[in-house]
């Protein structure tokens, strides 16, 4: 029977130690960027700004955003985040916000690619609001993480 509970001890100590490491390389990114015209490519002028804040679970690859806008043009009639790219370039939307209408506040949460993960948390991804009068994107921001 001591060596039975000696075993079992031995299994709950080491399972533990197995929580405890795996837990310890989980984190909860936290994210954010500010929203304003002179930051689309090429850079527009208008009162329009806004900001997102986000975390995104390194454990689970889950990104939860919310995002806040107004002054534009015109209403939205696009949004996504947008990746890789630096401040000043281009690129593709990796997560469109599919609500309609589009109107602030936006809340979601999207499952990331390791890829789009990585672009993410190495500072390449952007968020724009797009407008009739700005098809391109009437307002931008480089997600950034929290320091």
């Known amino acids: ?9 031995t299994v709950v100590a080491a399972s533990a ?13 936290k994210l954010h960027a500010t929203l304003k015209t002179a930051w689309e490519v090429p850079a527009k002028e208008g009162p329009g700004h806004g900001k997102v804040t986000a975390t995104f679970d390194t ?4 990104f939860t955003y919310h995002i806040e806008y107004s002054d534009l ?3 939205a009639v696009a949004a996504h985040f947008h990746g890789p790219a630096t ?7 990796v997560v469109f916000i599919k609500t309609k209408p589009i109107v602030s506040p936006i809340d979601g949460t999207a499952t990331l690619t ?6 993410l948390l190495d500072e390449k991804w952007y968020f724009n609001v797009h407008t009739a009068a700005n098809p391109g994107g009437e307002i931008r921001g480089q997600v950034l993480k929290v320091k």
């Not at 401040?87 to 939307?93: K, L, M, N, S, V």
């Open 59 to 62: 454990d689970t690859n889950l």
């Open 87 to 93: 401040e000043t370039t281009a690129a593709p939307p």
């Open 17 to 29: 130690l197995a929580f405890v490491s795996l837990a310890a390389h989980a984190e909860i990114v």
């Open 1 to 9: 029977m001591k060596n039975l509970t000696t075993f079992v001890r």
């Open 114 to 119: 390791p890829e789009q993960a990585k672009d």
């Open 73 to 75: 043009s015109g209403p």
